[in-house]
């Protein structure tokens, strides 16, 4: 049974500037040297004390503002970052669907990269070659799958990045909206291939501005505040709460 908990999970950041990269002042630091406060390494607290459980059947929607923690969440869930303390505890496949473009070549061909790209989901060579057709089908990019990615404008690229996202089966689906620099008709396509791998995956976890999109997909959210999670319920009802005119 897929499931995800975390227990008071936080995520911390150091940023490294050219005072404090130099390896005596950081071993100095890790073994007590005498290191004045202004050589301190300052820290960004991405995520603070987060505890959620997650069952399989959940379609979890995340919204906040830009830097609320919603993509570090996500990291978190899929492995990607390692809390720095509390735990994270992520039971079945993942399928981190974060920026449509990694895992993809430049080099090679949209036919390539359609196998490599599946690979790095989690699919293996086999399961991605029985599904090249109906992928270059959905992208409608013709003959030029048989091009190197580097030709490909930023919306053919999308195109054939959400072909093979959509084709892959999940059993924890983490998604992060960025699927805009493609034309509406084409948008709407995907959105309707989104729904049929959502209802394919054991649990979601959709990180998203649009409403619309969320309503879609999802049944409950929760609203991430500076790194904290500042409410989870039902979809509707945290909403509210977060368009609220009350809230700063």
């Given at each position: 049974?897929v ?115 599946g ?7 086999k ?14 990019l ?30 924890i ?30 649990l ?8 619309e ?17 500042k ?18």
């Amino acid at each position: 049974m897929v499931s995800i908990a975390t227990r008071d999970a936080s995520v911390d950041f150091p940023i490294f500037n050219a005072k404090t990269r130099s390896l005596k002042k950081t071993v100095l630091g890790m073994v007590g040297g005498n290191i004045s406060s202004e050589d301190r390494v300052p820290v960004i607290q991405a995520l603070h004390d987060v505890t959620l459980d997650l069952d399989h059947g959940a379609r979890v929607g995340l919204v906040g503002h830009n830097g609320a923690g919603k993509s570090t969440l996500l990291r978190l869930l899929a492995g990607i970052y390692e809390p720095t303390s509390g735990t994270a505890v992520v039971s079945g496949r993942v399928a981190p669907v974060f920026d449509l473009g990694v895992g993809m070549d430049p080099e090679i061909s949209g036919y390539e990269n359609i196998i490599i790209r599946g690979l790095f989901l989690g699919m293996s060579r086999k399961q991605m070659e029985e599904r090249v057709d109906d992928i270059a089908e959905f992208t409608e990019l013709g003959d030029f799958l048989s091009m190197p990615l580097r030709t490909y404008s930023t919306g053919m690229r999308v195109r054939l990045a959400l072909g093979v996202v959509t084709s892959i089966d999940p059993e924890i689906l983490l998604l992060d909206e960025g699927i805009g620099a493609v034309d509406a008709a084409f948008l709407e396509k995907a959105r309707t291939r989104l729904s049929d791998l959502v209802d394919r995956a054991g649990l979601l976890v959709f990180a998203s501005h649009s409403d619309e999109f969320l309503r879609q997909l999802c049944t409950s959210a929760i609203w991430m505040n500076h790194g904290r999670v500042k409410a989870h319920g039902h979809l509707d009802d945290v909403l509210r709460a977060y368009k609220s005119p009350e809230v700063a």
